[in-house]
């Protein structure tokens, strides 16, 4: 696939990053040079405007089948997009943009019956990805990934192994954990491997699960020590766009909200338009304030300002204070493991959640990326079986990599398979593998296992 990328932002570089190995990746750009991160990834490079026709065509825009605007300016991402949408109708653009007021803007024309967005395939705002994702791990205690499928009806939840943990030593195939629940991945040590029933949990392992929700639900109870009743008391630190909508989430299921915002005019808006939340104007940072209102008392804090060294420090002190969960905001995603290594349960970064979004619309249409995890080291696939498919049983199959079919959509049910569980026409498969893998997997339910299935009917 030819993939043509305006623009040499840090998030311009990680797409690169992750998709130069299996496709054409041209990058486009005004500098004259190609800045070092590029230059060590095998991608083409144009110099010129991503707005200038000609700068497209030596691209080979007319040739591109996807077309990624990522520059550090909202207003030239949406002309670059609507000029290669000209140049080629079928490329298929992808815009990012910095601030709220371009989706309000489209979403509002749009409504009016002005396609203005024509041109513009997809707008990612990284900020609004990344509260949905904090948003889905504050709604389960003491889980640090949450992502939900089928509606919810399937989950995949990440936990990690605390020294007072029944699952401590003890070997997977021991701990008899409930219906409708599997272990699909382990990582330990930074490294992400699938686990089978030999595998033996230690204290730090971060567990991957996937199941229904009522077995999810079940695990909690049982090994995490935590009832159905979800998290009550949150404080944010950040009073931005992200801390924004994130306190306006909470406050529609009814948690309650503390936010601290230094803004003095930004406190003033917080106020006068969240309803339920305690705005606090002063500095995260102050620990004389988070004393004063009882932040330690917080079940979850939340930092999310724009500065990763503040939210590290905010974050750390709030441990201090004794929050029993911290999620912290982390802009530069090499950040991420070191905020993991002092202590900070969850570091998330909006980058990150932007690429997971874009591989997923990268991919062919009967497989596509349900969820990435573990900073994409592996991948949930959502595969569709043909509706002359012959049946065959999970325990008949040999796949050619470590994977594991996590869940089964079948028609409006959800399975969680076991070896005698049989795969039939029309079923859609959640499978979870290593991302180095997955390219193996996708051939193999595509082309070999329809192969096997027939063999044996």
Known sequence: ?????????????????????????TVVDTLEEVPEEFNKLDVSYVSGSGANINSLESAGVKKAEVFIACSMLDEANIVSSWTAKRINPDVETVCFVRHQQYLETFSSLNTQGQDMEKGIDH?????????????????????????IFAGGKARLLEYRIKDDSPMVNRQIKDCFFPEDTLIVGITRNESLFIPDGNTELNINDKVIFMGSEEGLNNLAAVFFERKKKGTTSTAIIGGGNVGFMLASSLENIGVKTKLIEVGEERCDFLSDNLKKTLVIKGDGTDLELLESED??????????????????????????????????????????????????????????????????????????????????????????????FEDIKIMDISLPVKAIIGAIKRGSKILIPKGSTYIRANDNLMVFTTTESAGKVKSFFKDELVKVAKSRS
């Open 295 to 388: 932040i330690g008392d917080s079940e979850v804090l939340v930092s999310v300002t724009n500065n990763d060294e503040k939210n590290l420090l905010c974050s750390l002190l709030a441990k201090q204070l004794g929050v029993k969960r911290v999620i912290t905001r982390v802009s530069k995603a090499r950040n991420i493991n070191l905020f993991e290594k002092v202590g900070i349960d969850v570091a998330v970064s909006p980058k990150e959640a932007a690429l997971r979004e874009i591989k997923d619309k990268l991919l062919e249409k009967d497989v596509a990326i349900l969820a990435l995890v573990e900073k994409g080291q592996g991948e949930v696939l959502e595969i569709s079986m043909s509706e002359d």
């Open 123 to 147: 707008i990612i705002w990284p900020e609004e990805l990344l509260m949905q994702e904090i948003f889905r791990i504050i709604l389960v205690p003491e889980a640090i990934d949450v992502e």
């Open 1 to 25: 696939m030819k993939v043509i990328i305006n623009g040499t932002s840090e998030m311009a570089a990680l797409i690169a990053r992750e998709l130069y190995e299996i496709h054409d990746v």
